[in-house]
């Protein structure tokens, strides 16, 4: 008994530290200007040259790209509103283990749909690409997360 209430506890005081951290929907409200819209437009371009992309492709790309940063938004902008009722909750006298236990459901399952909303990403842009071209960017990423930023077209900047 005393173990699970220790993990229980050990997740709470975690999931609780988390939240504290997590920018209030004020700030996010306050740049509503995304932050790397110029970057993407650029990259999209610098893409379109590299995989030799089709203007249909590019379209596609764009497309693609805006309908899943909205989709993405939409669910950070929900998931905050979650965890900020979460702590608020829980920081109550009195809380509700019924609702803070509803609130968790609901936080798991916009991160779910946070993961689903990626994946349906990449497989849109697999279906726009031709297998040489994806596998040319998905090297290029993975290479990029390995810390030797390679871009396609241009070499490892040290």
Do not use: H, W
Not at 9 to 18: N, R
Not at 47 to 70: C, F, G, I, M, Y
Not at 72 to 101: H, M, S
């Amino acid at each position: 008994m005393k173990t699970i209430f220790g993990k229980c506890f050990v997740v709470l005081a975690v999931s609780l530290i988390a939240i504290s951290r997590v920018p209030s929907a004020d700030a996010a409200d306050a740049n509503k200007t995304p932050k790397y819209t110029a970057q993407q437009g650029a990259g999209i371009g610098r893409l379109a040259e590299v995989l030799k992309l089709t203007p249909e492709q590019t379209d596609k790309l764009s497309k693609n790209r805006e309908d899943v940063s909205l989709r993405a938004k939409d669910l950070r902008e929900k998931l905050l509103t979650a965890q900020n009722e979460l702590k608020t909750e829980f920081d109550k006298p009195g809380f509700n283990k019924a609702k803070i236990d509803s609130l968790t459901a609901d936080i798991k399952n916009l991160v779910g749909r946070q993961i689903q909303n990626r994946i349906d990403g990449l497989i849109a842009m697999k279906q726009i690409l031709s297998p040489e071209q994806f596998t040319k960017i998905t090297n290029s990423k993975i290479n990029s997360r390995s810390g030797e930023r390679k871009t396609p077209g241009n070499p490892a900047k040290r």
